[in-house]
């Protein structure tokens, strides 16, 4: 009985594990193989976690705005990257 429940407990840890993992980072397709430029005015900025979040403002050739979002790295991250990680304040 014992080693029923313990299989069972596991499995549905195993399960949710895998769950939180997929939800984290999504199902949509990415292409290294092509760069996109846009130019526009930024409209959002998150400095959240798990991702810092941008989105844009772009006027098409037709006249038509569409916000274009892209996701960086985690602000931890970004911010180190940027010097702000207070290491070395003088």
Known sequence: MKRSLAIIVFATISALAI????????????????????IGTVTNFRFSNPHVLIYVDVLEDNGETVNWSGELTSPNRLARAAGGGGGNVK
Do not use: Q, R
Request: charged share 15%; proline share 5%.
């Open 19 to 38: 769950t939180k993992v997929a939800a984290h980072h999504g199902s949509a397709p990415y292409d290294n193989t092509v760069t996109k430029t846009v």
